[in-house]
Nanobody, 123 residues
Framework: QVYLAESGGGAVQAGGSLRLSCAAS????????MGWFRQAPGKEREVVTA????????YYEDSVKGRFTITRDNSKNTIFLQMNSLKPEDTAIYYC????????????????WGQGTQVTVSS
């Protein structure tokens, strides 16, 4: 079993920044792919970004490209999401997730989920 501990959510003004972190404990294989999903009220949950173990394969949802940056520190089994130029449309619950494969992760099928952290962006 993998447990994912998230932090860094909060409320900011449009144009501001937040940095999310997610520390994983448990097996290594199930954290080959890590990243974040988000769900806004009335909308489907969507994958925001994902990164593989090497850091060489990264996915960003189109609306966050150029604004969000995902990184990982394998020595700490932790991923980070730097969110800049935040928009009200980014308001959502952000869920850290991990999985055995990158492709399944980006297809919306991670193996483990975090508890979620609220990000609120006001205009």
């Amino acid at each position: 079993q993998v447990y994912l501990a998230e932090s860094g959510g909060g409320a900011v003004q449009a144009g501001g920044s937040l940095r999310l972190s997610c520390a994983a404990s448990g097996g290594t294989a199930s954290t080959y792919a890590m990243g974040w999903f988000r769900q806004a009220p009335g909308k489907e949950r969507e994958v925001v970004t994902a990164i593989d173990y090497t850091g060489d394969t990264i996915y960003y949802e189109d609306s966050v490209k150029g604004r969000f940056t995902i990184t990982r520190d394998n020595s700490k089994n932790t991923i980070f999401l730097q969110m800049n130029s935040l928009k009200p449309e980014d308001t959502a619950i952000y869920y850290c997730a991990s999985g055995f494969t990158f492709r399944l992760f980006t297809q919306g099928k991670p193996d483990y989920w975090g508890q979620g952290t609220q990000v609120t962006v006001s205009s």
